[in-house]
């Protein structure tokens, strides 16, 4: 059967302008029982203050049109494999789908059977809960991508642009047929670009 490729856009960084607010602060530890709070990182000095970032309210309105344009595009691609996923698994019944019904302790405890199903029950239900919560958590990625920008961390930034990418492509490659191949679009893989 001939290939049929789907090319999706990555998820890309956006620019962020705005920086937050940088506080210091101070490190609350147990020594010996007592509470003792330091100033510094590892209370040596050489290790710099202790910090802590704030929103001020110019980096929320910045954060703002971005994260609704992203959440939209997570509600089509969702609304998309929702409707895959109901299609692939209409005509699933778990009753036909059991492999083998055992009592593990069949002395102690004969009316405690474990039910074996098949592979296809195991696939139903990764993806039955892996849809539950993804729409929530590429939201609250992205926010944390957008933060970890306005605050510099540009290393825990590529962290959260390739979670954001192995996201997106699991959702678009979820209960598609074997003859349907995902991939992104541009010449790099987001997925295998900073491999080393």
């Not at 992203?70 to 996923?85: L, T």
């Amino acid at each position: 059967m001939r290939t049929f490729t789907i090319q999706i856009a990555p998820v890309r960084a956006p620019y962020m302008r705005e920086k937050q607010r940088v506080e210091n602060t101070v490190c609350k530890k147990y020594i010996r029982g007592k509470v003792v709070y330091q100033e510094f990182r590892w209370n040596s000095p050489k290790a710099g203050r202790n910090i802590m970032f704030f929103d001020t309210p110019d980096c929320e309105s910045e954060r703002q049109p971005h994260a609704e344009r992203f959440a939209s595009r997570v509600q089509r691609a969702f609304d998309k494999a929702v409707i895959r996923f109901n299609n692939d698994y209409r005509n699933l019944r778990l009753e036909d789908e059991i492999v083998r019904v055992y009592a593990p302790y069949p002395d102690l405890a004969p009316n405690a059977t474990i039910t074996v199903y098949s592979a296809r029950v195991r696939e139903y239900k990764a993806h039955q809960a892996f849809l539950r919560d993804i729409v929530s958590k590429m939201n609250i990625q992205y926010n944390a991508l957008m933060c970890v920008l306005q605050q510099g961390k540009w290393d825990l930034s590529k962290d959260s642009v390739y979670k954001l990418n192995k996201y997106m492509f699991d959702l678009q490659s979820m209960c598609r047929p074997d003859h349907h191949a995902i991939e992104f679009k541009g010449e790099k893989n987001p997925l295998t670009a900073n491999r080393r």
